[in-house]
């Protein structure tokens, strides 16, 4: 079993960043590959980016590529999400996920989510 817990989010301009962290329980972080998703209101959850068990590779949806960084602190079982030059359109609720050794871009292959947290853009 693994709880995930989010934190982070917030109110922000357009333009500027936040780093959401997703903290893990468990000592078995380093088993589950992580991602981050999010979910706009009246919008289907769509993937953010995702990264494999001991960071070596990273995906990005290509909304994000170039503005956000994934990565990942095994000793301190977090992962995090470094959003800069954040638009009106990345306004949602982020929720980070954990799946079982393989990474993927499908959040219907993740074994367990966090709460998510909110992160508004105003522009």
């Known amino acids: 079993q693994v709880q995930l817990v989010e934190s982070g989010g917030g109110l922000v301009q357009a333009g500027g960043s936040l780093r959401l962290s997703c903290a893990a329980s468990?000592?078995?972080?380093?088993?589950?590959?992580m991602g981050w998703f999010r979910q706009a209101p009246g919008k289907e959850r769509e993937f953010v980016a995702a990264?494999?068990?001991?960071?070596?590779?990273?995906y990005y949806a290509d909304s994000v590529e170039g503005r956000f960084a994934i990565s990942r602190d095994n000793a301190k079982n977090t992962v995090y999400l470094q959003m800069s030059s954040l638009k009106s359109e990345d306004t949602a609720v982020y929720y980070c996920?954990?799946?079982?050794?393989?990474?993927?871009?499908?959040?219907?292959?993740?074994?367990?989510w966090g709460q998510g947290t909110q992160v508004t853009v105003s522009s």
């Open positions: 990264i494999s068990l001991w960071g070596g590779r990273t």
């Open positions: 996920a954990a799946r079982l050794e393989m990474t993927s871009l499908n959040g219907y292959e993740y074994d367990y």
């Open positions: 468990g000592r078995t972080f380093s088993r589950y590959a």
